[in-house]
């Protein structure tokens, strides 16, 4: 059980484009999703917080309207990176909650993307 | 703001050496978890402890939380190349509300 799936794995895009990353809970509902990103070598860094049908809490420093967040059903949640940039490759991972237990997080495989 | 450090950050070792890795707050956290992020992939929820004192124990790793619930630590006996990896703690409050991550220990198993 507690399975997310993220799609697709992996993405290489040019400079200017947008990329949408979707993040699955596939054997639960989601009460919350969580996205996260992660340089080479480093923890992860939580960018945003959502709650389905309500707008994403983002954290400091994470421009809400470069990184668009959708979390239209208990089961999906998606991050668009709008007008990406070289300095937005990185790897994207989500995770999800369901709200009932210990209310662990349970993470995707993540999202590698490059931006050329 | 809560936050948790682990040490050490990075650790190199032989095959079949034992280690325990660390992760310590001034915050009390209602549970905590350890997770494996092997590179590439998302990170694997390992074990979850809630309880002051709690011991956990998952084949050769030994997960204790502290009697104040502010740290815990992870122990490996007889570690094997697979155990390489970036191991996290992750706290909560109030059962699910406001996550803080820590850094990670970097851990390289060496045959």
């Known amino acids: 059980g507690a399975v997310v799936s993220q799609h697709p794995s992996r993405v290489i895009c040019k400079s200017g484009t947008s990329v949408k990353i979707e993040c699955r809970s596939l054997d639960f509902q989601a009460t919350t999703m969580f996205w996260y990103r992660q340089f080479p070598k480093q923890s992860l860094m939580l960018m945003a917080t959502?709650?389905?049908?309500?707008?994403?809490?983002?954290e400091q420093g994470v421009e809400k309207d470069k990184f668009l967040i959708n979390h239209a059903s208990l089961t999906l949640s998606t991050l668009t990176v709008t007008s990406a940039h070289p300095e937005d490759s990185s790897f994207y991972i989500c995770s999800a909650t369901s709200g009932t237990g210990f209310n662990e997080q349970f993470f995707g495989p993540g999202t590698r993307l490059t931006v050329l | 703001t809560q936050l948790l450090e682990q040490s050490p950050q990075f650790l190199s070792i032989q095959e079949g050496e034992n280690l325990t890795v660390y992760c310590n707050s001034s915050s009390v956290f209602s549970s905590l978890q350890w997770y494996r992020q092997e590179p590439g992939e998302g990170p694997v929820l390992l074990v979850t402890?809630?309880?002051?004192?709690e011991v956990k124990k998952l084949k050769r790793l030994t997960f204790q939380f502290g009697d104040a619930r502010k740290d815990s630590s992870l122990h490996i006996t007889a570690a094997q190349p697979g155990d390489t990896g970036l191991y996290l703690c992750?706290?909560?409050?109030?059962?699910?509300?406001?996550?803080?991550f820590g850094p990670g220990t970097r851990l390289s198993v060496l045959p």
């Open positions: 959502s709650n389905e049908g309500s707008k994403a809490t983002y």
């Open positions: 402890v809630v309880t002051g004192g």
């Open positions: 992750a706290g909560s409050d109030n059962y699910g509300q406001n996550f803080v």
